[in-house]
Each structure stands twice: as structure tokens, then as C-alpha cells.
């Protein structure tokens, strides 16, 4: 499943579409296809994981589920579930979710929830945080009304980064390192987001599907953690369990 940063990627290909008007739409998706016919695109933006494909009155929601995928400018042999196209190109959406979202957009999504925003807030995560005492941080990590964006691979690293293992209970973890997760949960996702530009994500994996520890050379353990059930990937000698 993509994660923010690579949503954010895929928002920045479609720029050159901003304010054009669609002169097709097509696909196998079950939303009423006619509402974007002849429509204006306002503006693409990206929350967590959903790319949002802004207009007047309306907003369809692009989630690329497990298996989605996307092709700008060229086509793969099978059929898209959405297909938008525009004067100076197009744009085939697949094997993913298209909902169609009724209203303006910043009225729809809080977007100081998500990492990748400008508007991201650290005092409203440090907040929430804070209403979830029981829960393990490599569940909370993964809430998206908190750290929209955030995915498997981003949990793992920042919590190495941060060196909490990631069964520790929320409400143990001193204050001091709670807030330094939420910042690191916000800078791994803008490294993510140029080393996935550079083509050069895997190489600098610490702790995701490694299997000794770049500090300690300890032996990596990997298990399916919290009511979640998503596999992590820790270090029991460089991270501290609370």
C-alpha cells in the first residue's frame, strides 16, 4: 500500500492538469461518472494516503488500496478503473477505490493531521496521543486521524530512529520522546519522499526488512505486532520498551 510520501508523488505528476477542463471520462468505477464531464479541475491534493481530485462542488477520492496503481500519459493493457482526459494529456487510475466526495475539499479533511501538509500540527498529535494511553505506538502510529500518511515502513523506521520498541504502551513513553516520534514521524516522511524520487528508498532502510542491526549487529526481530496485526521490524537491544 502507497504511503503519503508516494501519494505526494503521484499529486505532483498531475499538476500539469490543474485547472483544465476534462474532455473525457471513463472507466469501470461505480461513481457517477457524468459529474466530472466537462468539469474544471481546481486543484489536486493528497491526505494520508488518498489523492484528492478537487472541483466546485464535489471531490473524488483516489485510494490505491494494496495493488493500485497509476499511469500518466500512457496506458496499461487492462481496463482503468478511472480515466480522465484533458487536452494536454491524460491520466488512468487502477486496481483502486473512487469514491465520490460531496462538498468542497478543506471542508471534508483535516489536513494538520497530515504529515506531509504544511499545515501539520504537532500539538494536536502530541494531543491525541495522549487520549490513547493504552494503546501500543506501532498502532498509533498507524491511525490516520493522527499521522495521516503514515504507513508500514514509515512506522518502523521512525521508531528505530526514535529507539522505541514498538510494543510500548502509548501512555508509558516519556514526554519528551513521544514528541520527538512526532517530528521524526514527519522527517522520515520527507526523506521517504526524496529518496523515493531518487530511486534509492530500499538502500537506506535501517530496520524495514533488514535482518541484523546497522548499531549493535544484534539479530533483527520481526513479528506481527498490535490489534493491527503489521509486522515490525526491531531491534530488543537499541529499543527501549515501555
Same mark, same amino acid.
Given at each position: ?15 500539469? #492538469? ?22 474544471? !479541475? ?12 478537487? #472541483? ?15 499511469? !500518466? ?10 480515466? +480522465? ?19 468542497? !475539499? ?22 491525541? +496521543? ?16 493522527? #499521522?495521516?500518511? !503514515? ?82 521490524? #526491531? ?8
Amino acid at each position: 500500500m502507497p504511503e503519503g510520501p508516494s501519494i505526494v508523488i503521484l499529486k505532483e505528476s498531475l499538476i500539469q #492538469f490543474k485547472g483544465k477542463q476534462l474532455i473525457g471520462v471513463s472507466g469501470n468505477s461505480k461513481i457517477d461518472q457524468s459529474r466530472l464531464a466537462d468539469k474544471y !479541475v481546481l486543484d489536486f491534493k493528497s491526505w494520508g494516503k488518498h489523492l484528492l481530485i478537487c #472541483f466546485d462542488d464535489f471531490t473524488v477520492k483516489i485510494h490505491l488500496l494494496m495493488f493500485g496503481s497509476y499511469t !500518466v500519459n500512457s496506458e496499461k493493457d487492462r481496463a482503468a478503473r478511472l480515466a +480522465l482526459t484533458f487536452s494536454n494529456g491524460y491520466v488512468n487510475f487502477y486496481s483502486c477505490s473512487v469514491t465520490l466526495l460531496e462538498g468542497y !475539499v478543506d471542508d471534508l479533511y483535516d489536513f494538520t493531521s497530515d504529515v506531509m501538509n504544511d499545515n501539520w500540527d504537532e500539538v494536536k498529535a502530541l494531543e491525541k +496521543l495522549k487520549e490513547i494511553p493504552d494503546a501500543l505506538v506501532c498502532d498509533a502510529l498507524l491511525e490516520q486521524d493522527i #499521522f495521516a500518511g !503514515v504507513g508500514n515502513i514509515i512506522k518502523n523506521e521512525t521508531l528505530f530512529r526514535v529507539r522505541i520498541h514498538p510494543e510500548s504502551h502509548v501512555g508509558n513513553i516519556p514526554n519528551t520522546h513521544l514528541q520527538g516520534l512526532i517530528t521524526e514521524a514527519r522527517n522520515y516522511s520527507f526523506d521517504f519522499l526524496n529518496w523515493r524520487k531518487e530511486f534509492v528508498l530500499k538502500k537506506h532502510y535501517l530496520i524495514y526488512n533488514q535482518k541484523v542491526c546497522k548499531i549493535c549487529n544484534s539479530k533483527i526481530v520481526r513479528k506481527n505486532t498490535g490489534v493491527k496485526n503489521r509486522r515490525s521490524f #526491531f531491534c530488543e537491544n537499541c529499543q527501549t520498551k515501555y
